[in-house]
Every structure is written in C-alpha cells, then in structure tokens.
Nanobody, 120 residues
Framework: QVQLVESGGGLVQAGGSLRLSCAAS????????MAWYRQPPGKQRELVAV???????NYADSVKGRFTISRDNAKNTMYLQMNSLKPEDTAVYYC??????????????WGQGTQVTVSS
C-alpha cells in the first residue's frame, strides 16, 4: 500500500503564511508527479499546484506568485509554502501523488486532507 499524510494546516489571518507537508510512505519505487488540490466550502475540488519528477512546476492562476510547491525526493515528501494568504484560500487541501510501486503497479493516491482557514 501507499499512504499520503498531510500536515501543517490551521487558522491564519489574511496576509499570513502556512507551510503544508505531504509525506508519502509504503511500497514506493518512484513517485512521478505530485500535486496539491483544494476544495473550498460548497465548491468542487480544484488543482492548486503540480510538480513532476523533473521538478517542473505549474500553478493555478489564483495562487501564482503567492504559493510555492517543492519536493524532497529523498524523503518522498512534498511541500506547499503559502504566503500572502487570502480568505478565498480557505479550503481543505489534499495531497495527490502518482506512484510506481515495487510491484510495477502505477497508481493515483490521495491524502486525507488538511484544513486551511484564513480569517479576514
């Protein structure tokens, strides 16, 4: 199995910063792309940022210049540095990874989510 565990969410005032982490563990041979998604209250889940194995990064327009995605391949861990937070960033943030297992199986895995709340 593969597990993804997010941490670092919480309550912050507008203009503040948070850093989310996503640690992957289990039967992992390699990790292809990793991504952060979020689901605001009453809305659909949306892509926030993605980083592939070649360290290429893409961001949603709404977070460009404020959020930075990174990964530590040695630790199978991904991060999301969130600066200049706005109330509209309030959401449950989910970690996603495309993982190749030692069995050769490639799968799409999700974390349980971490709540980020930005107060005005």
């Amino acid at each position: 199995q593969v597990q993804l565990v997010e941490s670092g969410g919480g309550l912050v005032q507008a203009g503040g910063s948070l850093r989310l982490s996503c640690a992957a563990s289990g039967s992992i041979f390699s990790i292809n792309s990793m991504a952060w998604y979020r689901q605001p209250p009453g809305k659909q889940r949306e892509l926030v940022a993605v980083i592939n194995s070649g360290d290429n990064r893409n961001y949603a327009d709404s977070v460009k210049g404020r959020f930075t995605i990174s990964r530590d391949n040695a630790k199978n861990t991904m991060y999301l540095q969130m600066n200049s937070l706005k109330p509209e960033d309030t959401a449950v943030y989910y970690c996603n990874a495309v993982v190749v297992r030692y069995s050769g199986h490639m799968g799409d895995y999700w974390g349980q989510g971490t709540q980020v709340t930005v107060s005005s």
